[in-house]
Structures are given as structure tokens and as C-alpha cells.
């Protein structure tokens, strides 16, 4: 699994990117975004229960990291299609201002290698990436247990600073 101190791979996917008839879909990069931070999470696959819950506190927080110069990314190995499908039919995801990655070759998650090993879908990975392309954080949750996108914009705020930050440190408290 490739961890903090590495480069994020090279990737081009079609993303989801809207419900307006045209302008569903994008092609995004790991040269999307310059500039920016950018916050990666995979979820095992659309149309389940746990994983809704999570995209939709990624995006109600979207603007909160929007704030911080990051850039939220959500996919799975599911394709654009589904996703689109996905968020015309979920209430909680149609005003997702977040893209949702298609990786359905599987190739960003096989050199990531969080692919669930003998099913081929996503771990819950999260990846913490700064405007260079290093990894700064990583999160590996199992299928069955969602994350907590708060303590993700928690830890970016840590990492902003670039000071040591101790144990429940929180954005605007003094660091070490």
C-alpha cells in the first residue's frame, strides 16, 4: 500500500460531476486541481448502505475544505454511469458538489492497493495529498465501519499548519 512520503500515483478516470443533461461527466487527473490539497476517499461500491452516509458528510463539508485550498474526491471501481444513477436516485447525493471517480479498470486502487483482496472493490481509504502530490495521511477502514470526514479535515488542518500538533489538536489551538 502505498503510504505517507509517497507520491500519488499518475491517474485519468471519468468522474461524475453533475446532474445537469451535458455536463454529467469529466475526465480528472492527478494533475487536476493544481495547486491545491487534495482529499481522496474510496468507498467498496454505490447503491449499499454505509457508503451514502459518508459521501454525503464529505459534501456537507466540502466547503469547509474548499476553504482550506483542498479539493474532495470521492469514487469507487463503479462507472460514471452508476454513479450518475446513484445520485439521481439518492436524496442525500443529488446536490453532491464533490466528483465521484470511476475506477472501474481498478487501476488507481490496484496501485494504491486498497482493493479488498478476492472482491475487487475499494477498502474505505482515505488519502491526504498536499499541492506537491505527496501523501501526507493515510486511513484504511474495513467495509464494515464509515469514517469520520471531521477528524479528516481535522488532520488536513494539522497538516497546514506544518508545526507539531499533539493528541486531539484543533485548528486555532497553539501547537508544540
Given amino acids: 500500500m502505498l503510504g505517507v512520503g509517497d507520491k500519488f500515483p499518475a491517474f485519468s478516470v471519468m468522474a461524475t460531476v453533475s446532474l445537469e443533461k451535458?455536463?454529467?461527466?469529466?475526465?480528472?487527473?492527478d494533475a487536476s486541481y493544481p495547486g491545491k490539497w487534495k482529499v481522496y476517499f474510496f468507498w467498496p461500491m454505490d447503491f449499499t448502505f454505509v457508503c451514502p452516509t459518508e459521501i454525503a458528510a464529505f459534501g456537507k463539508?466540502?466547503?469547509?475544505?474548499?476553504?482550506?485550498?483542498?479539493?474532495?474526491?470521492?469514487?469507487?471501481?463503479?462507472s460514471e454511469f452508476v454513479h450518475l444513477a446513484w445520485r439521481n436516485n439518492h436524496d442525500d447525493l443529488r446536490g453532491l458538489p464533490i466528483?465521484?471517480?470511476?475506477?472501474k479498470k481498478q487501476e488507481l486502487g490496484k496501485t494504491l492497493d486498497v482493493l479488498h483482496k478476492g472482491i475487487g472493490m475499494y477498502l474505505r481509504a482515505t488519502y491526504i495529498v498536499d499541492p506537491e502530490g505527496t501523501i501526507r495521511f493515510v486511513s484504511v477502514n474495513d467495509l464494515s465501519v464509515g469514517r469520520n470526514p471531521q477528524e479528516v479535515l481535522r488532520v488536513l488542518d494539522a497538516l497546514q499548519t506544518d508545526e507539531l500538533c499533539?493528541?486531539?489538536?484543533e485548528k486555532g489551538q497553539a501547537t508544540l
Fill in 166 to 169: 499533539p493528541c486531539n489538536w
Fill in 22 to 29: 451535458g455536463k454529467e461527466f469529466e475526465t480528472i487527473t
Fill in 61 to 78: 463539508l466540502a466547503k469547509d475544505f474548499a476553504d482550506r485550498d483542498a479539493q474532495v474526491l470521492g469514487g469507487s471501481t463503479d
Fill in 99 to 103: 466528483p465521484m471517480l470511476a475506477d
